[in-house]
Each structure stands twice: as structure tokens, then as C-alpha cells.
């Protein structure tokens, strides 16, 4: 059986998920959301923080599971939707990279995400967040050598999709990049992945939205 994504047409590499992303997923179907909470949305990078608490809000809740894919969100949205939440913070891309996707089939599949959560929980406010850069200086991801061009060609498409489809772009990028176009070192222990004072700018970025 097709899983969703590959149902309606998002890249297809993505119908099998790992023993991590069931564990978390089938959690996610079990936890509350409603009219009033926040979900951020996403794969390692929100996953690895904890917004309600960084946030100072119980009604925000983390619906990041690590090495998710833009598929694997659309293959467990449908909880989150039918609750329609206040808000979806959403970032994902950087493991659709690393799969050497081009950019236009990243694109086209957040594009797909995107429209099916306007089309399913209307009401939902959804704010589209940047992919961030990495340092290959810090650790070498094999997966990822090459790319940080295209990590700027599809942050510069998700602009476009949001901008069309009337939803909140939010630029992390610049926030945390170098003078080389690399993660800054201070912010990450592995190249890719976020420290906590990466987390405190990503906070102050995004609050504003949060509390509005």
C-alpha cells in the first residue's frame, strides 16, 4: 500500500520509515492538539528542542521526529490537521537533500504539504521556516558535501511558495550563518545539528509570531 505522501504525489523514496520515526509517530496520534496549540512541525533540528518549555507556553508541542523527510511529515499529518491547531511552525528539507533530491522536487513536495494543511485545518496560521546552513568543517556529513548552494536555492523557493500561498516566511538562515556560508562553529557540536544558544536565537526569531 502507498503510504499518504506517496499518494498524492510527493516524492516516493520516503515510503518506508524507520524504527524511530514509528515510535514517535504512533506517540504523536495519541497526544492532544486543538484549536489552541502551537505545533512546530519537522524533523532533528525541532526535534531536538524543547519549545514549550524554551518558549514558556504548555500549549506548544513538538512535532519534530529526527531524520523525518518532508514525505514523513505528510504520512503523519493527519492528527495534527484534524485537531486544527492555532499555528504549524514548520522546517524540513535537509534529509530531502541529503536523499539528492533536486530542488525542485523538494519544493514541489513542501508545496504539496503545505496546500493539503491550508485545504484540511483552514484556520491554521502556518509559517514556513528556512533550512539552515551546516559546517563541514565541524564533521563532514558524506551526504550533504557539495550542497550548500543548494541549500540557498531551495530556501529562496520556499520563499516564493510561501509569499503565493499567503503564509509567514521566516528566515533563520542569515541569523545563524558565517562569513563563509557555514553554520557558525559556536552554534553546533556536529556540523549540522544545534547548541543551545543556536536554540535561544531561533526562539527570539520565531516568538514574535508565536505570541502574535
Not at 80 to 98: E, H, R, T, Y
Request: glycine share 8%.
Amino acid at each position: 500500500m502507498l503510504s499518504m505522501a506517496a499518494a498524492l504525489g510527493l516524492t516516493a523514496f520516503a515510503v518506508e520509515h524507520n524504527a524511530f520515526w514509528g515510535q514517535r509517530a504512533t506517540l504523536h496520534e495519541l497526544l492532544p492538539v486543538d484549536s489552541t496549540t502551537i505545533v512546530f512541525l519537522g524533523n532533528s533540528l525541532t526535534n531536538g528542542c524543547e519549545w514549550h518549555e524554551l518558549l514558556g507556553m504548555p500549549n506548544v508541542v513538538n512535532r519534530g521526529i529526527s531524520g523525518d523527510i518532508i514525505p514523513g511529515l505528510m504520512d503523519r499529518l493527519d492528527p495534527i490537521v484534524a485537531g486544527k491547531p492555532a499555528k504549524i511552525f514548520v522546517m524540513c528539507g535537509v534529509n530531502d537533500l541529503s536523499h539528492n533530491l533536486t530542488t525542485d522536487s523538494i519544493a514541489h513536495d513542501m508545496d504539496l504539504l503545505l496546500e493539503r494543511i491550508q485545504t484540511e485545518s483552514p484556520s491554521t496560521k502556518i509559517y514556513l521556516q528556512s533550512l539552515l546552513p551546516f559546517n563541514m568543517n565541524v564533521r563532514e556529513w558524506k551526504t550533504l558535501v557539495g550542497k550548500e548552494q543548494q541549500t540557498r536555492e531551495i530556501n529562496a523557493r520556499y520563499k516564493e511558495i510561501a509569499e503565493r500561498r499567503g503564509i509567514t516566511w521566516i528566515d533563520l538562515y542569515p541569523l545563524v550563518v558565517d562569513d563563509n556560508g557555514n553554520l557558525r562553529e559556536e552554534f553546533t557540536n556536529d556540523g549540522l545539528h544545534l547548541l543551545g544558544p543556536a536554540y535561544l536565537i531561533w526562539r527570539d526569531a520565531v516568538m514574535p509570531y508565536v505570541k502574535e
